[in-house]
């Protein structure tokens, strides 16, 4: 009896024509079979969002992947809609597998609530589904881009390395979904480790740039100061200082750590303000 392929939903936050969505569906393809849905747009830093204003169109593209045409579908919404759509709507059956990227830039610490391509990670594994975010660390100039010189051949490999073990064994308790950050200059040689999100803040916002409120103005960002200081073991550290693969297992229970008498003790311990 032959065995049944997997099949895996792939998406990302960067849009239908991201480079980086392509690497991945090359790569995962030798694994399986893969349904692309990605959002139409752009849309980055929309989290696990899930707009009222999205319009859910579905529209049917092709691109040239490995030099073959694919089908693949963009969706009028945020990543966590587009993997809502796909699983809902657009793959023939349920996939085995959710992965989310190749991201354009690094997502890190702090700051992955607000990162698309975990977000739709997050969609996916708040679903149940087994699910995979990666992304790439790459200058801040080309995060919103569709650069052709950002290379995503290392990128691709792990993507489908750890495709491969989720889809090889069982789930982990405790562990909803894996994170994966490559550095700019990894090879499919360089070495990974598990890690712990940083506390530190990774990237700082800045003031838009404009000469009147009634000016059009994002908030922008910008790598903070805090590297010196970042702690062994974190994702940061590993991307940054040691340059490997830093791979970190979330879980969506937020649920602070604490020994919750000690903490109500707090909460009730006299001190507080009256008003």
Do not use: C
């Not at 890690?195 to 922008?220: D, F, I, Q």
């Amino acid at each position: 009896m032959t065995k049944r392929k997997p099949h895996i939903l792939l998406t990302n936050d960067d849009g239908i024509r991201s480079p980086g969505l392509w690497a991945a569906a090359g790569e995962l393809s030798k694994i399986g079979y893969v349904t692309v849905a990605a959002p139409r747009e752009q849309s980055s830093g929309m989290g696990r969002s899930l707009p009222s204003t999205s319009d859910g169109i579905i529209k049917k593209e092709q691109v040239q992947i490995n030099g073959q045409s694919w089908d693949v579908y963009a969706v009028g919404g945020s990543p966590a809609q587009a993997v809502l759509h796909g699983i809902l709507e657009i793959a023939p059956h349920q996939p085995d597998l959710v992965v989310s990227g190749i991201n354009y830039g690094e997502n890190v610490g702090l700051g992955i609530t607000i990162s698309g391509t975990v977000g739709a990670a997050m969609e996916a594994a708040g679903l149940g589904y087994r699910a995979l975010a990666v992304s790439l660390e790459t200058d801040p100039r080309l995060h919103l881009s569709h650069s052709e010189d950002v290379d995503f051949k290392a990128a691709a490999h792990f993507t489908a390395y750890f495709a491969r073990i989720l889809l090889a064994k069982k789930t982990f308790e405790g562990v909803d979904l894996l994170k994966v950050e490559v550095p700019r200059h990894a090879t499919p040689e360089t070495e990974w480790r598990l890690s712990r999100l940083s506390h530190l803040r990774y990237y700082k916002p800045t003031p838009a740039k404009r000469a009147s409120w009634n000016e059009p103005g994002p908030v922008g960002y910008e790598h903070d100061n805090n590297l010196p200081h970042e702690q062994e073991g974190t994702d940061v550290y590993y991307l940054r200082r040691e340059k490997i693969v830093a791979v970190t297992p979330i879980s969506l229970d937020m649920t602070a750590r604490v020994d919750f008498q000690d903490y109500e003790n707090h909460l009730r311990s006299p001190g507080h303000r009256k008003d």
